[in-house]
């Protein structure tokens, strides 16, 4: 009988025994569970600006601008609700509180969708209620996400080398489910949104996000429970006295950390030379708790130099559905494939890839890296931003194409599978980035903040989001002026959102500098585990 050496339990908080409970086995149930969580919220946040446009009236700038914000509302929230995992409920008890909230909001959107009138305009009690539901399926989310990532990651215990690797090798799997329920509810629920009926394809998301959790509950008997939340050892309570004494001591003289006797898990050696202004605080606090809080600021440059990335990532759910609106859809006569549906070849793309870049593409790099993961994590986020560049720049140049063939009717004599490329792109560029900044933020923080380590890797994609809602409601605004023709103009034939990909590109760039600056003075926390 093993015990494992990090701090987990099971549920009755009894240290866990290696492999029972934990390992794999809870590891997988997980994984499904996600897979049904996703089906669920793809389908919603897929074909959202559809809707927006369609029975919900809106213009095509408004419609982008609202699915933006409540995509980015729902990587913001995270940060709350990490706050009260970690610091009061625990990730198991605020996954329970949270699918809850999430399958009302997902109920309530289904019956606003069957009150909304087809031959009028919503009322404005039905655009509240629609409205409602959406954040209230925001804020289960908000909830959700973090803590499950972090909880099927808790399942392996770091400290053991193989279950190490299997905690890496998690997160590779854990997308490649994700994408095929993601590619499979693209295929299935937007066409029953659009052919169908919209409750009836809100219906069905409901019934989906029951089943998560219903399997959730189900494997309570198996799951490892970290054991080191609340009282005087709350990890938000000690990063925040930190800055509270450096603060306070401000007018003393910097403090040597060099020669301190204590036994750091962090590295002082490396680390305790950044940020030193938080050394005043050695006069009460902790070296450890020093070097944890400098552990969280140093994922600050890397949050920012990836915001770019994200706005890039905001724009598959938006103009690149409105762009396929416009492109002949046929496949055969009288069968129009729903624009939404496109989106899946960044999740095929992914589906396809991760088991290159976990089978072939790591135990290759380990080869020559000596590595366990054969790139480091920053290389790999590195990688994948490099390539959002690449979807950007073939991204403008089919649009350029698409207004050179585009007439003044909607459809123009144009395939939309000209759109493929970008979309696969994406995805590759996703394995790389998203798997990385999931595993960076969970393993570069303290092991009682890993909740809040995952929800600020949402973050960045919230931010995003709201960055580029921003972006295009200014750049509508400006382009519109004197009577001109809008960027993103109702017919996105007569508009150019050629141009503003053409932005988004040299804004990547811009960005990749930054993060290739950043990167180069980065210190990992476990310089062995990267």
């Known amino acids: 009988m093993v015990i494992t050496t990090d701090a987990s339990g099971d549920e009755l908080g009894n240290p866990a025994v290696r492999f029972y409970p934990g390992g794999w086995r809870s590891a997988r149930l997980i994984i499904f569970v996600e897979m049904a969580e996703r089906f669920a919220y793809f389908a919603i946040a897929s074909n959202l600006i559809t809707y927006l446009t369609g029975p919900m009236g809106e213009s095509t700038a408004v419609a982008a601008a609202n699915v933006n914000a409540w995509i980015g509302t729902i990587s913001f929230l995270p940060l709350l609700w990490a706050f009260v995992a970690d610091a009061f409920l625990g990730r198991f008890r605020t996954i329970i509180i949270s699918s809850s909230l999430y399958i009302l909001g997902l109920g309530l959107l289904s019956f606003s969708a069957m009150i909304l009138s087809r031959s009028q305009a919503p009322d404005q009690l039905q655009v509240a209620l629609f409205f409602v539901s959406l954040y209230l399926i925001a804020i289960g989310q908000g909830g959700y996400k973090p803590c499950i990532k972090v909880f099927g990651a808790d399942q392996f215990d770091e400290n053991d080398l193989n279950e190490a690797k299997a905690k ?19 295929f299935v629920s937007t066409y029953i949104q659009e052919k169908v009926s919209w409750s009836l394809g809100f219906g069905i998301q409901c019934v989906s996000m029951l089943l998560a959790l219903f399997l959730f509950l189900l494997g309570t008997k198996t799951y490892r429970f970290s054991t080191t939340r609340g009282g005087k050892n709350n990890p938000f309570a000690r990063v925040g006295r930190v800055f509270m004494e450096a603060v306070k001591n401000r007018r003393q003289d910097h403090l040597s950390l060099g020669n301190a006797s204590e036994s750091l898990p962090l590295h002082p050696h490396q680390s305790s030379e950044q940020f030193r202004f938080l050394n005043r605080a050695a006069i009460s606090c902790d070296l450890a708790e020093i070097e944890e809080t400098k552990a969280v600021l140093r994922l600050v440059p890397i949050w920012m130099s990836c915001l770019v990335y994200a706005i890039v990532n905001a724009q598959a759910s938006t103009f690149f559905i409105k762009q396929g609106a416009t492109m002949d859809r046929s496949i055969s006569p009288g069968f129009l ?3 939404a549906t496109f989106q899946s070849f960044i999740n095929i793309s992914i589906v396809i890839f991760i088991p290159i870049y976990d089978r072939v593409l790591v135990p290759a790099a380990r080869s020559f890296t000596q590595i366990p993961s054969g790139i480091t994590m920053l290389q790999r986020i590195g990688t994948g931003i490099f390539l959002s560049i690449i979807a950007m720049v073939v991204a403008a140049l089919v649009e350029t194409k698409r207004l050179q063939t585009a007439k003044d009717d909607l459809t123009i004599p144009m395939s939309v599978w000209w759109l493929v490329p970008q979309y696969v792109i994406y995805g590759v560029a996703d394995v790389f980035t998203m798997a990385g900044l999931q595993e960076f933020f ?8 890993r909740s809040v380590g995952m929800a600020l890797n949402l973050s960045i994609f919230g931010a995003g989001n709201f960055l580029s809602s921003f972006m295009i409601s200014i750049i509508d605004r400006v382009t519109s002026q004197s009577g001109q023709t809008s960027w993103f103009d109702n017919n996105l034939n007569k508009g150019h959102l050629d141009y503003f990909y053409w932005l988004l590109a040299s804004l990547s760039l811009i960005g990749f500098a930054f993060y290739l600056g950043f990167t180069k003075s980065y210190v990992y926390n476990r310089p062995n585990t990267f």
């Open 168 to 186: 890496s090798s998690y997160f590779n799997w854990l997308m490649f489910g994700n994408c095929v329920s993601i590619s499979t509810t693209l």
């Open 337 to 339: 494939v729903p624009s």
């Open 442 to 449: 969970y393993d570069q923080v303290p092991s009682e903040l």
